[in-house]
């Protein structure tokens, strides 16, 4: 049986506003990272498609941070269903992987590289600047 919302259908719009979709928190970790690696970059280039996070024109890369709820990263965060409303939010995570991988599939057709940040990733700092540092040398 399905878990009543303990928020009312205000209150649940009123925290469903709050989640931000751009200058996250994970996204602002990556950023600093890679500024302190000696990459420079552009934010959110409208002109590509998915809108990446962080992109370095020069080298044709382009990084996306992604939640791993929102994302659905096979990880203990993103392996997460909720209980109320599981219908819905099943498929609405679907058409985020979907749309994912369009995106990455239209960035390459146009020569460009991509990488994903996973958020379960920014807990090891050494692990993620290695990372960063072989996709965008």
Known sequence: MARADPFSPAERAAVMRAVKGRDTRPER???????????????????????????????????????????????????????????????????????DARTLDALSALGWSSLVIWECELKDDAALAARIRGFLA
């Open 29 to 99: 970790m990556v950023r600093r990272l890679v500024h302190r690696l000696g990459y420079r970059y552009s934010l959110r280039r409208a002109d590509l498609p998915g809108r990446p996070d962080i992109v370095c024109v020069s080298r044709r890369k382009a990084i996306f941070v992604h939640g791993c709820f929102w994302h659905g990263h096979h990880c203990k965060r993103g392996a997460r269903a909720p209980r109320a409303n599981a219908a819905y939010w099943s498929a609405k995570i679907a058409r985020n992987v979907a749309r």
